[in-house]
């Protein structure tokens, strides 16, 4: 087992999900109740995250002074590194030109934490982000690599099993810093690597268990991933107890109400209420155009929805939610912690404190790829499991801007076309999302003899692992233009077809 402990870095869960990559159970813990969850959990080793925070600030967090005295083998991470550097006697000072994005590290000596990855006199990518250095290093420490800006790239007490890095190993900017990881998870502390999906599955079912009793419980199905493999795998655990519930809030795409009632009702046996909401949020929406303001009209109707039919179901204390761990990083702040608010996501944010029900989200700590491996383990079918995500507030914020129906039935259609073709080609699943994005201006053109003045479209395809960066996809120009002229020809109110092109960051892959 592995303790991360969190200072509130944005990628904390990235170090979290190579533990699990390497077999290992691990389980994140904030810096606060770090001290008790050391104890209970005895672990093998400890991994200090990265913050936001900066360590010559007052009342910047610190680890528990326990678990340097426990012997435990310890890897700090950026400001980790520099706690794990400040508290055993070193400096750290603030202050330097902040230091953001790819650097080369040399490898000064050999330690178990490059074995078989890095090698001495060579030089490495990595992926920095920091304001602050060591400027001292404690006692017993060594300096194994350095780069440009950072002379203690990587540190270590070999004889205390302690390492630190400047960088991020935990995200794929860093090429080998999965292996550096596993060589800290598997060799340094001794972990075996037997953890697996399955065993997440019992695990998960048994807390399932033993936070609902006999509790019933309500799941909002969305039609996506993500619900759906929460409540198998809830119904799984509870049988029915469980009832699903899922509202139509008029911005699902073509066809896709029809085909989570059948997979549920028919397939699963799982019990379903099909709420027809779509007047009530499209009339609520009506005239929205900030995105955030459309987001939380949505999660406020949804969660009104939900009180309302958990009043008809009658008795149900829970509400289970298939949110990942994407959802809830961007949205920390919304709920009081430390990082920025990028967008409210409509799963965790706007969830009024007067519903009196808790919460169960059981995929909560997993991230999109880990969540289909479940599926596969659960026995969803691959045409399901496979597909791509799509987001809680659904097309509105695929139209930015004003919502009509009119608009909706737009893009609804010319959605179709694109994901039409993007199968024909076979492309479908080496795109991460694809999706089409109604724009809110119209443009002129000329199509037989006559003028157009219609709305513009833009399509959007991206790769990713785990939704938290993305590239846009590198389609082939003919491709494009066969989607472009199909959805010119076919869609009425369409004139202009756009190819987006921005990775994320800077973008995000929605573009609300
Ligand atoms: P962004 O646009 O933030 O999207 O780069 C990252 C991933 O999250 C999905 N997404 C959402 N999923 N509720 C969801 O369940 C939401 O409110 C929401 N907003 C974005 C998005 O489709 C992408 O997969």
Same mark, same amino acid.
């Given at each position: 087992?592995?303790?991360?402990?969190?200072?509130?870095?944005?990628?904390?869960?990235?170090?979290a999900?190579?533990?699990? !990559?390497?077999?290992?159970?691990?389980?994140?813990v904030p810096f606060?109740?770090?001290?008790?969850?050391?104890a209970?959990?005895?672990?093998?080793?400890? =991994?200090?995250?990265?913050?936001?925070?900066?360590?010559?600030?007052?009342?910047?967090?610190?680890?528990?002074?326990?678990?340097?005295?426990?012997?435990?083998?310890?890897?700090?991470?950026?400001?980790?590194?520099?706690?794990?550097?400040?508290?055993n006697?070193?400096?750290?000072?603030?202050?330097h030109?902040?230091?953001?994005?790819?650097?080369e590290?040399?490898?000064?000596?050999?330690?178990p934490?490059?074995?078989?990855?890095?090698?001495?006199?060579?030089?490495?990518?990595?992926?920095?982000?920091?304001?602050?250095?060591? &400027?001292?290093?404690? @006692?017993?420490?060594?300096? $194994?690599a350095?780069?440009e800006?950072?002379?203690?790239?990587?540190i270590?007490?070999?004889?205390?099993?302690?390492?630190g890095?400047?960088?991020?190993?935990?995200?794929v900017?860093?090429?080998?810093g999965?292996?550096?990881?596993?060589n800290?998870?598997r060799?340094?502390?001794? $972990?075996?690597?037997?953890?697996?999906?399955?065993a997440?599955?019992?695990?998960?079912i048994?807390?399932i268990?033993?936070?609902?009793?006999?509790?019933?419980? =309500?799941c909002?199905?969305?039609?996506?991933?993500d619900?759906?493999?929460?409540?198998i795998?809830?119904?799984?655990?509870?049988?029915d107890?469980?009832? $699903?519930?899922?509202?139509?809030?008029?911005l699902?795409?073509?066809g896709?109400?029809?085909q989570?009632?059948?997979?549920?009702?028919?397939?699963?046996? =799982?019990?379903?209420?099909?709420?027809?909401?779509?007047d009530?949020?499209l009339?609520?929406?009506?005239?929205?155009?900030?995105?955030?303001?459309?987001?939380?009209?949505?999660?406020?109707l949804?969660?009104?929805?939900?009180?309302?039919?958990?009043?008809?179901?009658?008795?149900a204390?829970?509400?289970?939610?298939?949110?990942?761990?994407? @959802?809830?990083?961007?949205?920390?702040?919304?709920?009081?912690?430390?990082?920025?608010?990028?967008?409210?996501?409509?799963?965790?944010?706007?969830l009024?404190e007067?519903?009196?029900?808790?919460?169960?989200?059981?995929?909560?700590?997993?991230?999109?790829?880990?969540?289909?491996?479940?599926?596969?383990?659960?026995?969803?079918?691959?045409?399901f499991?496979?597909?791509?995500?799509?987001?809680?507030?659904?097309?509105?914020?695929? $139209?930015?801007?004003?919502?009509?129906?009119?608009?909706? @039935?737009?893009?609804?259609?010319?959605?179709?076309v694109?994901?039409?073709e993007?199968r024909?080609?076979?492309?479908?699943?080496?795109?991460?999302?694809?999706?089409?994005?109604?724009?809110p201006?119209?443009?002129?053109g000329?199509?037989? @003899?006559?003028?157009?003045?219609?709305?513009?479209c833009?399509?959007?395809?991206?790769?990713?692992?785990?939704g938290? &960066?993305?590239?846009?996809?590198?389609?082939?120009?003919?491709?494009?233009?066969?989607?472009?002229?199909r959805?010119?020809?076919?869609?009425?109110? =369409?004139?202009?077809?756009?190819y987006?092109?921005?990775?994320?960051?800077?973008?995000?892959?929605?573009w !609300?």
């Open positions: 087992k592995i303790l991360i402990i969190d200072f509130g870095s944005q990628v904390t869960q990235l170090i999900r190579r533990v699990r !990559e390497e077999g290992v159970y691990s389980e994140i606060q109740s770090a001290a008790k969850a050391f209970e959990m005895k672990p093998k080793g400890v =991994i200090l995250s990265g913050s936001p925070a900066s360590v010559s600030d007052d009342n910047s967090p610190r680890a528990p002074q326990e678990i340097f005295d426990s012997g435990v083998p310890i890897f700090g991470i950026c400001y980790g590194q520099q706690v794990m550097a400040e508290q006697g070193g400096a750290v000072e603030g202050g030109a902040a230091e953001f994005g790819r650097a590290v040399k490898v000064l000596q050999d330690s934490l490059f074995e078989g990855v890095w090698k001495k006199g060579e030089e490495y990518p990595v992926w920095m982000s920091h304001g602050d250095r060591i &400027t001292k290093l404690p @006692d017993g420490f060594e300096i $194994c350095v780069s800006h950072a002379p203690f790239a990587v270590a007490n070999e004889q205390r099993r302690y390492y890095t400047q960088f991020h190993p935990e995200v900017h860093t090429p080998q999965a292996a550096l990881i596993r800290f998870v060799k340094i502390s001794g $972990c075996q690597g037997d953890w697996t999906m399955k997440f599955r019992e695990e998960e048994e807390r268990r033993a936070k609902v009793g006999k509790g019933k419980v =309500i909002g199905l969305s039609g996506g991933v619900s759906s493999v929460a409540a795998l809830i119904h799984e655990a509870i049988g107890q469980l009832t $699903c519930v899922f509202v139509d809030h008029g699902l795409r073509a896709e109400a029809e989570v009632v059948t997979l549920f009702r028919d397939h699963y046996n =799982i019990p379903l209420v099909h709420v027809q909401a779509q009530m949020f009339d609520a929406l009506a005239g929205v155009s900030d995105p955030e303001v459309k987001r939380k009209t949505i999660g406020r949804f969660i009104e929805v939900f009180e309302q039919e958990a009043k008809k179901i009658g008795g204390e829970f509400l289970a939610q298939g949110t990942l761990y994407p @959802d809830v990083i961007e949205s920390v702040s919304f709920t009081g912690g430390p990082s920025v608010t990028i967008k409210s996501h409509h799963n965790v944010g706007g009024p007067r519903m009196n029900m808790q919460l169960v989200e059981p995929l909560r700590e997993l991230f999109k790829d880990e969540v289909r491996k479940l599926g596969y383990e659960l026995g969803l079918p691959e045409i499991v496979g597909r791509h995500p799509f987001p809680g507030p659904g097309l509105a914020i695929r $139209c930015p801007g004003e919502i009509t129906r009119e608009k909706l @039935d737009i893009l609804r259609k010319a959605d179709a694109y994901l039409d993007i024909k080609a076979g492309l479908y699943d080496k795109i991460w999302q694809a999706f089409a994005v109604l724009l201006v119209r443009t002129v000329v199509m037989g @003899d006559g003028r157009t003045y219609d709305y513009a833009a399509l959007r395809a991206v790769t990713s692992t785990d938290m &960066t993305a590239d846009f996809y590198p389609y082939d120009m003919a491709f494009l233009g066969r989607v472009a002229t959805i010119i020809n076919e869609v009425r109110g =369409i004139n202009r077809v756009t987006d092109i921005t990775s994320k960051p800077p973008g995000t892959i929605e !609300e």
